[in-house]
């Protein structure tokens, strides 16, 4: 067995890093360079074309573009009609934006546990966490993996809930035949960099739903009426506000989508050809099919087993590092999931103007505490599910190698070093306060 390189062996990677950039060919700078040469930079005509395409692709009547998935998120919840003393069932296995996107309208996220195989929404959770005060619920098909959406939306059905999903890192998914994003009232997604398609920053929605799409439209634009056209007066009957999409990002949209499937099944390549790589491999589960239709991969998460392995997620990531196929730089990043409950804005219930509202608003009638236990299967899978690599569409076949090589050589050493009764820290007080 070959020495570690945190003991002073060889990397299994000594030459360049593992770099993901955007997707970015001729045809993206062409569509930006056409509109620059129109001197058209803000929301105009290729955000309208980038809207028709993404609705196209999707088979859907309505997309609007805005600023971000994050906004996406903002304009489909006001869109709802969510406001204070409202509840709305959330996710802890999740980007942050997912969770704080319920506080923009002054409402509660309750957090309902998670499958632990799937880290998604666990129906049953949901169902136990319904009452009168319940008014929406967000599934996020994390990493591409699916949600089981039939009880979600039966439990909608009999409880008159909205569904939002939150599918930013699920583009091209699909749950029994269905496109996700187009199962529950609104699908939303994020296109920022890294994301399945990029536009630097940005995101979508979309909806079958017209009023809530002439909701969302006037929640993107200042409460505008899209009926009036481009130049019409703002209605400032409504809180509103500014999430447009520029012009830029739009043109550079609608050439991303048009490459999308291809940098899916790229995506998905790489995935399988890592599975094939780590098969058998002790000490970790690779990440799953789904049973309910063809999930995609944003990254490949595997599960570390501690009682196998004998330490935890860190010395793993502080060992695979040196070998020069992860960036600890994640560390301190999405990459390593954090139970949202968990996260001192939730837990300290840090409200606007330094009150704790929404969580003890006066129009709250009901009451909301966040910690540990609260959710033990997501917070479970934080301490042990690894989000391992990106499986980027540009990732050649001998990154995806590097990747497979170094998880099993630190696997190996891992489970020698335990056989053996061998203590491992490599991890140091500056890692421990990355995270
Ligand atoms: C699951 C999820 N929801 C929401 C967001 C927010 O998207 P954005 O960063 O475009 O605001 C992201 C990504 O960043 C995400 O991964």
Redesign the pocket.
């Given at each position: 067995m070959s020495k570690l390189a945190i003991e002073g062996g060889t990397p299994v990677r000594s030459k360049n890093p593992i770099v993901e950039t955007d997707v970015f060919e001729q045809e993206e700078f062409d569509a930006l360079v056409q509109v620059a040469s129109q001197k058209k930079l803000r929301r105009a005509e290729a955000a309208v074309e980038y809207e028709q395409t993404i609705a196209d692709w999707f088979n859907v009547k309505h997309a609007i573009a805005v600023s971000?998935?994050?906004?996406a998120?903002h304009i489909a919840l006001a869109a709802f009609g969510i406001g204070p003393g409202d509840e709305v069932i959330v996710t802890p296995y999740?980007?942050v934006?997912?969770d704080t996107a319920v506080l923009e309208q002054n409402a509660i996220p309750i957090f309902a546990d998670v499958d632990p195989v799937h880290l998604t929404l666990d129906p049953n959770e949901v169902a136990r966490l319904i009452t009168p005060r319940t008014k929406a619920i967000i599934p996020?098909t994390?990493s591409g993996s699916l949600v089981d959406m039939d009880p979600i939306m039966e439990l909608a059905k009999q409880h008159n809930l909205w569904v939002l999903e939150?599918a930013?890192?699920s583009l091209g998914a699909t749950y029994k035949g269905k496109m996700v994003g187009t199962i529950g009232h609104v699908g939303?997604f994020?296109?920022?960099t890294g994301?399945i398609t990029n536009t630097g920053?940005?995101?979508f929605v979309i909806t079958n739903d017209s009023d809530l799409y002439d909701k969302m439209w006037g929640y993107t634009d200042f409460a505008r009426k899209k009926s009036l056209g481009p130049a019409s007066k703002y209605h400032f009957g409504l809180p509103c506000t500014n999430y447009r999409i520029t012009n830029m990002q739009a043109a550079i949209g609608t050439q991303q989508m048009k490459r999308a499937w291809d940098m899916i099944r790229k995506r998905t390549e790489n995935a399988d050809y890592l599975s094939s790589k780590l098969e058998g491999t002790p000490g970790i589960v690779l990440p799953p099919k789904s049973p309910w239709g063809e999930r995609v991969y944003f990254y490949y998460l595997i599960r570390l087993l501690p009682q196998v392995l004998g330490t935890d997620m860190l010395n793993f990531a502080v060992a695979l590092a040196a070998e020069g196929v992860y960036n600890l730089r994640y560390l301190s990043t999405?990459r390593w999931m954090v139970p949202q409950h968990l996260e001192p804005l939730f837990v300290n219930k840090a409200g606007y103007g330094g009150t704790k509202c929404p969580f003890e608003c006066p129009l709250y009638e009901g009451h909301v505490e966040y910690y540990r236990g609260l959710c033990p299967v997501a917070e479970q899978a934080c301490d042990e599910v690894f989000w391992l690599a990106s499986v980027h569409p540009l990732l050649e076949k001998q990154d995806l190698d590097d990747i497979a090589d170094a998880v099993k050589k630190v696997v190996f050493e891992l489970i020698d070093r335990k056989h053996k009764g061998l203590a491992v820290e490599y991890a140091t007080d500056e890692h421990r306060a990355l995270l």
């Open positions: 971000s998935g994050t906004t998120l999740t980007f934006a997912s996020v994390i939150d930013c890192q939303v994020s296109t920022i994301k920053e940005g995101g999405t």
